[in-house]
């Protein structure tokens, strides 16, 4: 079966630019999450989206703004593009039953802001 | 709030013996699961192992085994025979469990980056 597909894979923006990212879960997957990782750092939550609605929001700037579409395929829309937002962005998918189903991570996509 | 430590920044091991990440957690929660991820020079997150709090049973998958304290909010990874594809970032992770108002967002530690060496 097919993974996460995240595009674009590697993307250079300059400041004050903006950016679209793109996430396709695996096939009936109803969660979407995404996580920025910065250079030698932990990978830390922005948001989610279950079932087409944002379910959870973590340190995502103002300039973010992300939605979930009816085929299920999410974008993290990138505003106003500073130097401290390059860094590796992930999308994982899951099927949420209650059990502490897996995330499965797509390969991100590397955002490199001049 | 949850939090996810990670002392040891930096480790090695010879190819073939084993070596034991350390992580501890601080969480209020009785519901939650434990995650190791590894992410190779690739980037790529992968999973390596989950455990269940409910469980008592520390969970394995082949050479991976954890060391799960739940008094002591402790989760260490056990890596056997250690093979040179082992050299990646582990990082331990957190969740709650998913239900009611519960996202499964995973809270990460900071990350050990392990060298296995020839």
């Known amino acids: 079966a097919a993974g996460v597909i995240q595009s674009p894979r590697h993307l250079i923006k300059e400041k004050r630019e903006t950016a679209t990212l793109k996430c396709y879960p695996i096939?009936?997957?109803?969660?979407v999450y995404w996580y920025q990782q910065g250079p030698g750092q932990d990978p830390q939550f922005l948001i989610s989206?279950?079932?087409?609605?944002?379910?959870d929001k973590g340190s995502i700037p103002d300039r973010f703004s992300a939605q979930q579409f009816s085929d299920y395929h999410s974008e993290l829309n990138m505003s106003s593009l500073e130097l401290g937002d390059s860094a590796l962005y992930f999308c994982?998918?899951?099927?949420?039953?209650?059990?502490?189903?897996?995330?499965?991570f797509g390969p991100g996509t590397r955002l490199t802001v001049l | 709030a949850q939090t996810v430590t990670q002392s040891q920044p930096e480790m090695s091991v010879q190819e073939a013996e084993t070596v034991t990440l350390s992580c501890t957690y601080d969480?209020?929660?009785?519901?939650?699961?434990l995650f190791w991820y590894k992410q190779p020079p690739s980037r790529q997150m992968i999973l390596v192992i989950r455990?269940?709090?409910?469980?008592?049973q520390n969970a394995t998958e082949n050479r991976f085994s954890v060391n799960f304290q739940k008094a002591a909010k402790s989760f260490s990874l056990k890596i056997s025979d250690s093979q040179l594809g082992d050299t990646a970032m582990y990082f331990c992770?957190?969740?709650?469990?998913?239900?009611?108002?519960?996202?499964?967002?995973?809270?990460f530690g900071q990350g050990t980056t392990l060298q296995v060496k020839p």
């Open positions: 994982a998918s899951a099927r949420i039953s209650g059990s502490g189903d897996e995330q499965f």
């Open positions: 096939s009936r997957h109803d969660t």
């Open positions: 989206f279950y079932e087409k609605m944002q379910s």
């Open positions: 969480t209020s929660e009785s519901n939650y699961y």
């Open positions: 455990q269940e709090a409910y469980k008592q």
């Open positions: 992770a957190f969740m709650r469990g998913t239900g009611s108002g519960n996202t499964g967002k995973l809270i």
